[in-house]
Structure formats: structure tokens, C-alpha cells
């Protein structure tokens, strides 16, 4: 099970100022469960992991199966929560040098789309395509997202002219709403096969859907393990306070807020983990940054970023603080060797294993860290393979959950998010825009005089 240490969050929050909040985490727990929180349509998450049935999974790895055996490559089309779960999993839990080995590899290569509208991006995607034998899995509730319904009205086209119509049916699946919208009737009418974005799981809550199963059971790994993970902390986060991770982990950060330790550093010592950061980073600032609130979530890799951010970290504003994630045991061995000229001076490491010189650089940095005035919690999970991404996940999930109703959000909308759109429709001309176009034309024309 996770573990959590929250010792060097002192003394900016002492031990026993965190007991205060006991009776507001219970309440904030109990107005998720009774669905009377802001935003209480979009709860579907909170028991996700353990509504989750074997059949229903059994359904899922058919689908991945026919996949792998179609495809030599599957693009993952979707922006936000539709690709940044999936791809946080498949990142963490693939061979660092994957693309390198695609002689050994059994399972297709897993690309992402639609979460850009780069030119060069798409071009360069598609031409790699050419001649292969692709796959689509096309991720979108509405089906009008812009990015995401470019690249696969591209990647449709594309598809059916390498592979054929028949084919494409096969190869194609859509990820959308049960019932309306473009994807929908798109899915409908082609015969793809489609899975249900649940109505009350917004996108950032969504791994454990099939936006997020279906690319990882593709990719070749154990679904079955990531969702066993997410269910037992599911369980472990509906305890009180004192036995939960996930709620004390949402009341130390809350606490550091209130002391005016407005940013968040997430922190990993493991490159596999640079994209489940990614995925924090949307599910926290999206869901919390709003009414001019919220703590602004930001990543580095360490000890990579120790040569660039350290620096700011060490000696900078005092308005952060730091969350590292640890993995106790890494996946492999590795003894540095010893070398008779010993020019670098590190002879005295032969024979120790790497993953220990990388603990005592977290254990340094943390102390340097603590001593330059940067509180520290440290989330360390025992291994990085699937059950384990399952827990931490779900702990994510429900710390975001519950911090929110410390704050007085509603952690389930996003209204800042339609701005940009709104500019862009007008910006572009689009049918049913005339008035915003007129509009934004004027006011750029002015800005300009």
C-alpha cells in the first residue's frame, strides 16, 4: 500500500494541526458519498474501481486483442483526460527505449493524436503512417472537440484508403457517449465497435474507464492489475483521517495553502514517471483552479531538473512546496562497476547498486530542500508495475476529491476551459460565431491602432 510521510511538512504544519481537520475531512468524505457536494453529476469515479466487473474487462481485452493482431500501430485520438491517463500508464510502464526494439515488440506502438493542432505534428504522424497497418481509437464524448476531431477526421480518411472500408470498421473504435453527439452518430453509422464514456465521469476522472483501459490493455498490459489497485485504495480512502493516505495527503496540502504555499512541485526520481505528473497536473489544476483559488501544480524530474529548476527550488520564492513520489524497488539490477584509473573519483560506489546512489540524491535533496525552506511530503509506492499505478491513481483521485470541498470548489467543472474555444470559433469564422468574430475583429483592429 502507498505510504505517506508528512514529517517534513514541519514546522510550517505541525502534527497536531492536522488532527484539527479531522471533522472537515469527515464531512468532505460524506458529501461525496451522499452526492450533495457542487458538482455531484460527476461523481461516477468515486467507486469506479469496484463497480468494475470481470466481464466487463473480459470485453475490453477482446477489443485490445483484435487490435493487436490488426494493427502494427494504434493511434489514440483524444485531448485532456481522453489520452493523459492512458498515456500516463502506458509511459510508466513501458521499456524506456521501446521505440528502439520494435523487432522484439508483440504489441502495436501506441501513438497519441488530437491533443494538438500542430501542423508539422499531424503531417509527420501521418506520413510515418503510410504503408502501415493502423488503428484509430478515437476518444471524444461530443466528437466536435476541435483537436481531437481533426486528427481523426484525418486518421479516418487514411485509414480507409490504406486499408480498405472493411477493415477500418474492424480497426476503428470509438470511445463516446452512450447516446448523442458526432462520435456517436459517426460510430453508428461506420458499424465501429464503441465503448461508453459514462455520463457522470468527467475526463480527468477517467482511467479506469474505458478512455483509459482499452490503450493499456493494447499496449500489452495487466488491466486486471491496475483496476485490482485502484479497488483496494478505494477502500483504504474512505477511512477516517488517522487510517487514510489519500485524505491526509488532500489536508497537508490544504494546510500548506492556507500558510501561503500557493505552488505544488511533484517531484519523481524515476524517468518512467515524467507522464503520470502530467496526469496530476491536469487532474489537480483542473479541478480546484477556480473563483481565483487553488494551488498551482507544477513537475520536475529528478534528478534531471536538479541541474536546471534545482536552482529556483533551493533559493527561490518561498511560496512552494514539495511532493515527491518514490519507488522503493526499481524493476531491474544494476552494480556500478569498478575502473582501475578511477579519474572520477566514484570507485567508492563499486559494486552498489544505482538505485541506491538515486535514493541517497533523494534523501539529499529533500534535506537541502527542507533546509532551504520547502515543507516536503514523500509518496513512496513499492514498485512501479500495474496494481501499484492502480493505487496511486485512485489516491490522486480522491485527495482531489475531498481537497476541493476544503477549498470551496466544485471539483468537477471546468468553465475557464471554453474560453480559448469561444475566441477561436470566432476568431476562425465559424457558423453561429458572427457576432463574436465582429466582435474580436473590432477589439484586435483596436489594439492594433
Same mark, same amino acid.
Given at each position: 500500500?502507498?505510504?505517506l510521510?508528512?514529517?517534513?511538512v514541519?514546522?510550517?504544519v505541525e502534527?497536531?494541526e492536522m488532527?484539527d481537520?479531522?471533522a472537515r475531512?469527515?464531512a468532505?468524505?460524506?458529501?461525496?458519498?451522499d452526492g450533495?457536494?457542487?458538482?455531484?453529476?460527476f461523481?461516477g469515479w468515486?467507486?469506479?474501481?469496484s463497480?468494475?466487473t470481470?466481464?466487463?474487462l473480459a470485453e475490453?481485452?477482446?477489443?485490445?486483442?483484435t487490435?493487436?493482431?490488426?494493427?502494427e500501430?494504434?493511434v489514440v485520438?483524444?485531448?485532456g483526460?481522453s489520452?493523459?491517463?492512458?498515456?500516463?500508464?502506458?509511459?510508466?510502464l513501458?521499456?524506456?527505449f521501446?521505440?528502439?526494439?520494435?523487432?522484439?515488440?508483440?504489441n502495436p506502438?501506441i501513438?497519441?493524436a488530437?491533443?494538438?493542432?500542430g501542423?508539422?505534428y499531424?503531417?509527420?504522424?501521418?506520413?510515418y503512417?503510410?504503408?502501415?497497418r493502423f488503428?484509430?481509437?478515437n476518444?471524444?464524448?461530443?466528437g466536435t472537440t476541435?483537436?481531437?476531431?481533426?486528427?481523426?477526421r484525418?486518421?479516418?480518411?487514411q485509414?480507409?484508403?490504406?486499408r480498405?472500408?472493411?477493415t477500418?470498421?474492424?480497426?476503428i473504435?470509438?470511445?463516446t457517449?452512450a447516446?448523442?453527439?458526432?462520435a456517436r452518430?459517426c460510430?453508428?453509422?461506420?458499424?465501429y465497435?464503441?465503448?461508453?464514456?459514462p455520463?457522470?465521469v468527467?475526463g480527468?476522472?477517467?482511467v479506469?474507464t474505458?478512455v483509459g483501459l482499452?490503450p493499456?490493455?493494447?499496449?500489452?498490459?495487466?488491466?486486471d492489475?491496475l483496476?485490482?489497485?485502484?479497488?483496494d485504495?478505494?477502500q483504504t480512502? #474512505?477511512?477516517?483521517?488517522?487510517e487514510n *493516505?489519500a485524505?491526509?495527503? +488532500?489536508v497537508?496540502r490544504?494546510?500548506l %495553502?492556507?500558510? &501561503?504555499?500557493k505552488i505544488?512541485?511533484?517531484?519523481?526520481?524515476q524517468?518512467?514517471?515524467?507522464?503520470v505528473a502530467?496526469?496530476?497536473k491536469q487532474l489537480?489544476?483542473?479541478?480546484?483552479?477556480?473563483?481565483?483559488?487553488?494551488?498551482?501544480?507544477?513537475?520536475?524530474?529528478?534528478?534531471t531538473d536538479l541541474?536546471s529548476m534545482?536552482q529556483?527550488?533551493?533559493?527561490?520564492?518561498?511560496?512552494?512546496f514539495e511532493?515527491v513520489?518514490?519507488?522503493?524497488?526499481?524493476?531491474?539490477?544494476?552494480?556500478?562497476p569498478?575502473d582501475d584509473e578511477?579519474?572520477?573519483g566514484l570507485?567508492?560506489l563499486?559494486?552498489?547498486r544505482v538505485?541506491?546512489?538515486?535514493k541517497m540524491a533523494?534523501l539529499?535533496?529533500q534535506? #537541502?530542500h527542507?533546509?532551504g525552506g520547502? *515543507?516536503?511530503?514523500?509518496? +513512496?509506492i513499492?514498485?512501479?508495475?500495474? %496494481?501499484h499505478l &492502480?493505487q496511486?491513481?485512485?489516491?490522486?483521485e480522491k485527495?482531489c476529491?475531498?481537497?476541493c470541498q476544503l477549498?470551496g470548489v466544485?471539483a468537477?467543472?471546468?468553465?475557464?476551459?471554453?474560453a480559448?474555444?469561444?475566441?477561436?470559433?470566432?476568431l476562425?469564422?465559424?457558423?453561429?460565431?458572427e457576432?463574436?468574430t465582429?466582435a474580436?475583429r473590432?477589439?484586435i483592429?483596436?489594439?492594433?491602432?
Amino acid at each position: 500500500m502507498i505510504k505517506l510521510d508528512l514529517t517534513k511538512v514541519a514546522p510550517v504544519v505541525e502534527a497536531t494541526e492536522m488532527k484539527d481537520y479531522a471533522a472537515r475531512v469527515a464531512a468532505a468524505q460524506q458529501s461525496l458519498e451522499d452526492g450533495t457536494c457542487p458538482g455531484n453529476d460527476f461523481l461516477g469515479w468515486l467507486h469506479l474501481p469496484s463497480s468494475i466487473t470481470p466481464e466487463f474487462l473480459a470485453e475490453v481485452k477482446a477489443v485490445a486483442k483484435t487490435l493487436r493482431e490488426e494493427c502494427e500501430a494504434v493511434v489514440v485520438a483524444g485531448i485532456g483526460g481522453s489520452y493523459l491517463g492512458a498515456k500516463a500508464v502506458i509511459e510508466a510502464l513501458s521499456n524506456s527505449f521501446q521505440w528502439l526494439v520494435n523487432d522484439e515488440r508483440q504489441n502495436p506502438t501506441i501513438l497519441f493524436a488530437g491533443n494538438n493542432i500542430g501542423e508539422d505534428y499531424l503531417s509527420e504522424l501521418t506520413t510515418y503512417l503510410r504503408g502501415k497497418r493502423f488503428g484509430v481509437i478515437n476518444i471524444s464524448k461530443s466528437g466536435t472537440t476541435t483537436e481531437t476531431a481533426l486528427a481523426f477526421r484525418l486518421l479516418k480518411k487514411q485509414c480507409e484508403e490504406q486499408r480498405g472500408k472493411e477493415t477500418a470498421r474492424k480497426v476503428i473504435v470509438a470511445i463516446t457517449d452512450a447516446r448523442r453527439g458526432a462520435a456517436r452518430t459517426c460510430a453508428d453509422k461506420e458499424g465501429y465497435k464503441s465503448f461508453v464514456i459514462p455520463d457522470n465521469v468527467g475526463g480527468r476522472f477517467s482511467v479506469l474507464t474505458p478512455v483509459g483501459l482499452l490503450p493499456i490493455a493494447v499496449a500489452g498490459f495487466d488491466i486486471d492489475e491496475l483496476v485490482r489497485g485502484a479497488k483496494d485504495m478505494e477502500q483504504t480512502a #474512505a477511512l477516517p483521517l488517522e487510517e487514510n *493516505p489519500a485524505a491526509q495527503y +488532500a489536508v497537508a496540502r490544504y494546510a500548506l %495553502y492556507t500558510k &501561503g504555499k500557493k505552488i505544488e512541485i511533484l517531484a519523481n526520481y524515476q524517468p518512467k514517471l515524467h507522464f503520470v505528473a502530467e496526469w496530476w497536473k491536469q487532474l489537480f489544476g483542473e479541478s480546484e483552479g477556480k473563483d481565483k483559488k487553488g494551488i498551482y501544480p507544477a513537475s520536475v524530474d529528478l534528478t534531471t531538473d536538479l541541474h536546471s529548476m534545482g536552482q529556483w527550488i533551493q533559493d527561490g520564492e518561498r511560496t512552494i512546496f514539495e511532493t515527491v513520489i518514490s519507488v522503493e524497488t526499481p524493476e531491474h539490477t544494476l552494480l556500478f562497476p569498478s575502473d582501475d584509473e578511477n579519474l572520477d573519483g566514484l570507485n567508492f560506489l563499486a559494486g552498489r547498486r544505482v538505485d541506491e546512489v538515486n535514493k541517497m540524491a533523494e534523501l539529499g535533496t529533500q534535506l #537541502a530542500h527542507v533546509d532551504g525552506g520547502v *515543507p516536503n511530503i514523500r509518496i +513512496a509506492i513499492d514498485r512501479l508495475d500495474a %496494481y501499484h499505478l &492502480g493505487q496511486l491513481i485512485y489516491f490522486f483521485e480522491k485527495a482531489c476529491g475531498i481537497h476541493c470541498q476544503l477549498l470551496g470548489v466544485n471539483a468537477f467543472n471546468q468553465p475557464g476551459v471554453e474560453a480559448y474555444k469561444k475566441n477561436m470559433f470566432a476568431l476562425l469564422g465559424k457558423p453561429g460565431y458572427e457576432k463574436e468574430t465582429e466582435a474580436i475583429r473590432e477589439r484586435i483592429a483596436g489594439e492594433k491602432r
